[in-house]
């Protein structure tokens, strides 16, 4: 054994889950009390419009390894994870949903991993629990872009990993604004191991991904992590290009030969076409100036709107510090 007895912070992104909250700390508890794993949860609260903050709050109270960080509102599960490596103490530091899809048993077999001297343990997805057929073509796309995009096979990544210190500051070091986890926790290297689980159904609460979200999250990704719908739009200019000296030349040589082109069915098509290139272009060509703009702002990830720890220390240190600068 590489290491031994090392502390594993757990970050849990948690929007709106009051229900399966208090169940996810008792099991967490349980089971890493039971292999003897020295540990610290870290629930971030992403925002929640119900009563998980209170929960996580008493679960502060109740005990002093579980630690909250609440924001401002709404920031996204990326934000959320962010917030949770910064504030992880331990050694290494895992993340995992708080809806108890990702299974504990794995965790466990993930630390015991890194105590091999694993850097980065991937969960790896061998089923991915029940979807409709849409909702799996178009993931299918996506991860078939995202994979091209990092080098790396995204199809049964998953957001379920465990990281050594070094790599969570790796990760932490990335100054980009708008952070995609699978993808910088696959990208930073080190000695990776894999995990292979079974997404678990979900107990209790539902689903926080609607269509619209997971339409917008993929196409942030695709171009914070991808130059390729570029290289499309140049494929689609040089397909257009060679398709336009084929009809120039037809065109001219029907002109010489005293057979001036007839109709406009031919012209109509072909600002038809070339203007619908030329609009989708702009549109991605937008995208990017739009992530470019939005990076530059340079605003924060996240804001952090409460910390709770027991006997509320850390929040008093929190505010002296505030104070001061
Ligand atoms: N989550 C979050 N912020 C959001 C949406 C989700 O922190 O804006 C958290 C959520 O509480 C859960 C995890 O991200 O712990 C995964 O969300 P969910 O279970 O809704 O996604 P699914 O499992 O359906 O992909
Ligand atoms: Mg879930």
Request: proline share 2%.
């Amino acid at each position: 054994m590489e290491r031994e007895n090392g502390r594993l912070s757990v970050v849990l992104p948690a929007y709106n889950e009051e229900e399966m909250l208090p169940k996810t700390v008792s099991v967490l508890r349980e089971i890493l009390e039971r292999e003897q794993i020295p540990f610290e949860l870290i629930f971030v609260d992403d925002g929640s419009k119900d009563t998980t903050w209170e929960m996580i709050a008493r679960a502060c109270d109740e005990d002093s390894r579980v630690r909250g960080v609440r924001f401002s509102r709404n920031f996204g599960k990326e934000a959320a994870i962010m917030a949770g490596l910064a504030e992880a103490k331990g050694d290494c530091a895992a993340v995992m949903d708080c809806d108890l899809q990702h299974p504990p048993a794995a965790l466990v077999e993930m630390y015991r991993l890194w105590e091999d001297g694993a850097e980065v343990v991937e969960g790896v997805k061998r089923s991915r629990g029940r979807e409709r057929i849409t909702h799996r073509m178009a993931v299918g796309i996506f991860y078939w872009i995202m994979t091209k995009a990092t080098g790396t096979d995204m199809s049964r990544a998953s957001d379920f990993r465990l990281l050594d210190r070094k790599a969570v500051d790796s990760v932490l070091e990335m100054p980009e604004r708008s952070s995609f986890f699978r993808a910088q926790s696959s990208w930073i290297g080190y000695k990776t191991r894999q995990v292979e689980f079974d997404v678990q159904e979900r107990e209790a609460g539902t689903s926080k991904w609607g269509l619209r979200a997971l339409i917008r999250y993929a196409v942030d990704n695709i171009v914070g992590y991808s130059a390729a719908p570029m290289h499309f739009v140049m494929g689609a200019g040089v397909a257009v290009f060679f398709f336009a000296v084929i009809l120039g030349i037809q065109t001219l040589v029907r002109y010489f030969g005293g057979h001036a082109a007839t109709g406009f069915t031919t012209v109509i098509l072909l600002i038809l076409l070339i203007g619908s290139v030329i609009m989708i272009s702009l549109g991605v060509i937008g995208f990017y100036i739009a992530r470019i703009y939005e990076e530059v702002k340079g605003r924060p990830r996240y804001i952090v709107a409460e910390m709770k720890q027991r006997a509320n220390l850390r929040e008093s240190e929190e505010t002296a510090r505030g104070e001061r600068e």
